[in-house]
């Protein structure tokens, strides 16, 4: 993850954003599982979650405004909106959009089972 969040090379294969993914539900898994004892493991990762969210957000927008030039070329009467529908249907794209989701889940999942929401806040 922190190679991730520091170099976007790691995001251009699908493979290493598989991965990512795969990642990040383990750790879903082990917080819905331990709950409040996962603040170790989440306090490690956190800021590299949060590099890896805003670099995979730029990725996924810049793909998108790109997809949606290439189809403009090709097919003049899609709407904008349809373009932009195409682009987010690649497996680059849904892959970015699944590491994205479970960051949020994560987050999610830790939040609700902490004892102590004053320390969470």
């Given at each position: 993850?922190?190679?991730?969040?520091?170099?976007m090379?790691?995001?251009?294969?699908?493979?290493?954003?598989?991965?990512?993914?795969?990642?990040?539900?383990?750790?879903?898994a082990?917080c819905?599982?331990?709950?409040?004892?996962f603040?170790p493991?989440?306090?490690?990762?956190?800021?590299?979650?949060?590099?890896?969210y805003k670099?995979v957000?730029?990725?996924?927008?810049?793909?998108?405004?790109?997809?949606?030039?290439?189809?403009?070329?090709?097919?003049?009467?899609?709407?904008?909106?349809?373009?932009?529908?195409i682009?987010?249907?690649?497996?680059?794209?849904?892959?970015?959009?699944?590491?994205k989701?479970?960051?949020?889940?994560?987050?999610?999942?830790y939040?609700?089972?902490?004892?102590?929401?004053?320390?969470?806040?």
């Amino acid at each position: 993850m922190a190679q991730a969040a520091q170099n976007m090379d790691v995001l251009s294969s699908v493979d290493n954003i598989k991965v990512l993914g795969n990642v990040l539900k383990t750790n879903v898994a082990a917080c819905t599982s331990i709950g409040s004892f996962f603040l170790p493991q989440l306090g490690r990762i956190f800021m590299d979650m949060l590099g890896l969210y805003k670099a995979v957000s730029g990725i996924i927008s810049e793909s998108v405004a790109r997809e949606g030039i290439l189809c403009a070329e090709v097919v003049s009467t899609i709407t904008e909106r349809s373009i932009g529908l195409i682009a987010t249907k690649t497996p680059k794209v849904r892959q970015l959009r699944t590491v994205k989701k479970e960051i949020l889940r994560l987050m999610e999942t830790y939040i609700k089972k902490a004892e102590d929401l004053d320390a969470v806040y």
